[in-house]
């Protein structure tokens, strides 16, 4: 089992940035494709980008070009840059696997756009 560690989320303004970091407990680097999900209020969790070992990188379209995901192997990290922000991308972000096979949720970070 990993332990996954989110941080980095605040309240920002629309058109703010933000950048999210997930920190596993393990070596991840070699093995996972890894993701960012989020769970916006009342709805259920999604995956907004993912990316492979070798840093191949997949998005929802609702923040294509907005969104980069990226990751630190040696550091075990994976990273969630947010730029031009939108109120309908307030949510708890969460990192994991892309796979159907999830480790434990850590506890997420909280992004709020709000003017």
């Known amino acids: 089992q990993v332990q996954l560690v989110e941080s980095g989320g605040g309240l920002v303004q629309p058109g703010g940035s933000l950048r999210l970091s997930c920190e596993a407990s393990r070596i991840i680097g070699i093995l996972y494709n890894m993701g960012w999900y989020r769970q916006a209020p009342g709805k259920q969790r999604e995956l907004v980008a993912s990316?492979?070992?070798?840093?191949?990188?997949n998005y929802l379209d609702s923040v294509k070009g907005r969104f980069t995901i990226s990751r630190d192997n040696a550091k075990n990290m994976v990273y969630l840059q947010m730029n031009s922000l939108k109120p309908e991308d307030t949510g708890v972000y969460y990192c994991?696997?892309?796979?159907?096979?999830?480790?434990?949720w850590g506890q997420g970070t909280q992004v709020t756009v709000s003017s």
């Open positions: 990316i492979t070992p070798g840093g191949s990188t």
């Open positions: 994991n696997r892309d796979s159907s096979q999830l480790w434990s």
